[in-house]
């Protein structure tokens, strides 16, 4: 492929398409639906009938060995939580890109982060990734793809809206060979996820327990002008990409602030070190706090952390950011 | 005189049927039909392409006793799960093997197999109650049966009347096949063995979908012998005629 100027939602679509997906299930509603209608022009989309099909059905290709990619917003994710523990015990991939739109209930299309923690829940999370730029989208759906192909579990790249109707030029390479799962590797008569007998279910949950150590490793965190930082904010995905604009302007103003990104929420990046050195962190997020508590809970006692959310489908702004900021330091 | 004595074999145990025990109760219409299941694709010589995907309940580990692929599916999914595999390995025979109670769980699944004209095959044991729930009532619990979720009895104005599943089914256009057998006596099982081929064959000349219902014994769960729980059965048929409906 090449550069493509799009939308969010385009890249998002393109970067699929490039990595060879020629089915996605889904049922289209705003915010989504711009990308189900790019998925449709390429061939690629595929009408279900509720969101409990539509898990099933890309559940159903991943059995197959086949590459596919479900899409949610809000709270359509909860009813694709019991595809996602399926996948876990069965150990074939299974990847969705959820948009973090405002919730509870429908809320509005507007863009929030209020999923962190039903992403990030249970023994067996899935692995997630949070792209902060459209232009890191097509390398993190691919890392996406890689990560849940090579060690047989879930993933999701979790994009605000904000992000997903954002428009850029964008580099879209064809990303990862197909790796061979489900059936077509041709190494198991069947998968369940039925044992019975307890000892066989702890060998199992241990097995996983190992697995997901390895996954562990694999956590992904950008500092930015980190290295002499008085101060941290630490932010992911739109909340990042204005967190790094704030300590632009902060440094400007001779004031020492750098930027803890996570890319990977699940797992999630050791920070406990790296923050012993600042003054303060502060955790800027579009959530009830739920970002500030997982940071929280990682650091010192002794390190102080502040919280700056917005709610309802407003994102961060800037300035008011720099404000709190500059009011605390 | 010496008698010659010719003796040829004209029935035995399916050799797709793995030697594992069954777990099922006796009289149990999930090991006839995994045996009917086991007969009919050792016959077609499909079973290096089938995959059977099965449905919560009381036959969700029928893949150890089939010895072909298989998947036990997610609650109310097993339909779907079919049709995702169906498009990731088009020349697959995949069949979805469901109860009533789970099938009815969520119907969405076949719905949307049936508006994409899916080539699948379901096949539906219908013994009119959640068995693997310890006998509570299904959706398709006839008016009138005792459940330990209707203990006086299924009522209209109780619980509310119960559903037909192949009547339901049957409207749908991607649905190019669509038969209730039983499983109650040997002359209607061979009936049932018949529709089932059919419906496979749907798939295979890539028709759509077939869809098979099958009127089945839980004698546990009815509180009856074998031999009175297939008579109960019988008598259930009356209100709901077998046979091919499309
Ligand atoms: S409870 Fe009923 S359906 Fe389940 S195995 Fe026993 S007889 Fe069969």
């Known amino acids: 492929m090449g550069v493509i100027y799009g939308k969010g939602a385009e890249i998002i679509g393109e970067s699929l398409v490039q990595l060879g997906v020629r089915s996605v299930y889904g049922i289209p509603y705003p915010p989504i639906s711009e990308l189900h209608e790019y998925l449709a022009q390429k061939g690629v989309f595929r009408p279900a009938a509720s969101t409990r099909e539509m898990a099933a059905l890309s559940l159903g290709l991943s059995l197959g060995g086949e590459r596919t990619c479900m899409v949610t917003a809000g709270t359509d994710i909860y009813g694709c939580m019991e595809s996602i523990s399926y996948a876990v015990s069965y150990e074939v991939p299974l990847t969705v890109v959820h948009v973090g739109k405002s919730i509870p209930g429908f809320g509005n299309p507007y863009p929030y982060q209020g999923d962190l923690d039903v992403l990030r829940g249970g023994d067996f999370p899935p692995v997630v990734f949070s792209p902060a730029s459209v232009e890191e989208i097509p390398l993190l759906i691919a890392k996406m793809v890689e990560m849940s192909e090579r060690f047989l579990v879930p993933a999701v790249l979790y994009v605000d809206?904000?992000?997903?109707?954002?428009t850029g030029n964008v580099e879209v390479d064809a990303g990862s060979p197909k790796g061979e799962f489900g059936f077509r590797k041709n190494d198991r008569r069947y998968y369940t996820t039925v044992y019975l007998d307890v000892t066989a279910m702890k060998k199992q949950t241990a097995s996983l327990i190992e697995k997901y150590k390895e996954i562990d490793r694999e956590a992904l965190c950008e500092s930015y002008m980190m290295e002499d930082a008085e101060y941290a904010i630490c932010a992911y995905g739109i909340s990042a990409y204005i967190a790094k604009k704030v300590a632009d302007d902060l440094r400007l103003s001779k004031k020492k602030v750098g930027v803890l990104r996570p890319l990977t929420l699940s797992p999630f990046c050791s920070i406990g070190e790296e923050m012993k050195k600042v003054k303060k962190v502060f955790v800027?997020?579009?959530?009830?706090?739920?970002?500030?508590?997982?940071?929280?809970?990682?650091?010192?006692?002794?390190?102080?952390?502040e919280s700056y959310a917005t709610h309802g489908g407003l994102l961060p702004e800037r300035n008011d950011v720099i404000q709190f900021i500059k009011g605390l330091i | 005189m010496e008698i010659e004595r010719k003796t040829e074999k004209v029935y035995g145990y399916p050799g797709l049927l793995t030697d594992r025990k069954e777990h099922f109760c006796p009289g149990c219409s999930h090991g006839i039909l995994s045996k009917v299941i086991a007969e009919i694709i050792s016959e077609m010589g499909l079973h290096e392409r089938a995959i059977g995907v099965y449905g919560a309940g009381c036959a969700s580990i029928m893949y150890e006793y089939i010895g072909i692929k298989g998947v036990g599916a997610p609650p109310g999914s097993a339909v779907g799960i079919a049709a995702g595999i169906k498009d990731a390995m088009k020349d697959a025979l995949v069949f979805a093997y469901v109860g009533d109670a789970d099938i009815a769980s969520d119907l969405s699944v076949v719905i949307g197999a049936a508006m994409r004209n899916d080539k699948i095959t379901v096949i539906c044991e219908n013994n009119f109650n959640m068995g693997v729930s310890g006998g509570a009532m299904s959706p398709a619990t006839p008016l009138g049966i005792a459940t330990t979720t209707s203990p006086s009895g299924r009522s209209a104005a109780g619980q509310g009347n119960p559903l037909a599943l192949s009547e339901l089914v049957k409207?749908?256009?991607?649905?190019?096949?669509?038969?209730?057998?039983?499983?109650?006596?040997?002359?209607?099982?061979r009936k049932t063995k018949a529709m089932i081929k059919k419906a496979f064959m749907e798939q295979i000349f890539g028709?759509?979908?077939g869809f098979v219902e099958v009127a089945g014994m839980c004698p546990t769960n009815l509180n009856l012998p074998p031999v009175e729980a297939a008579t109960k059965v019988k008598e259930i048929l009356e209100e709901l005629p077998t046979g091919e409906t499309k």
Do not use: I, W
């Not at chain 1, 800027?284 to 952390?305: A, C, H, I, T, Y």
């Not at chain 2, 991607?174 to 039983?182: E, I, K, M, Q, W």
């Open chain 1, 161 to 166: 809206s904000a992000l997903f109707n954002m």
């Open chain 2, 207 to 209: 028709n759509g979908m």
């Open chain 1, 284 to 305: 800027v997020e579009m959530s009830n706090m739920q970002l500030f508590r997982l940071v929280r809970g990682q650091l010192d006692p002794k390190v102080k952390v």
């Open chain 2, 171 to 189: 409207g749908t256009k991607g649905v190019t096949y669509c038969a209730r057998g039983s499983s109650h006596s040997p002359g209607a099982v």
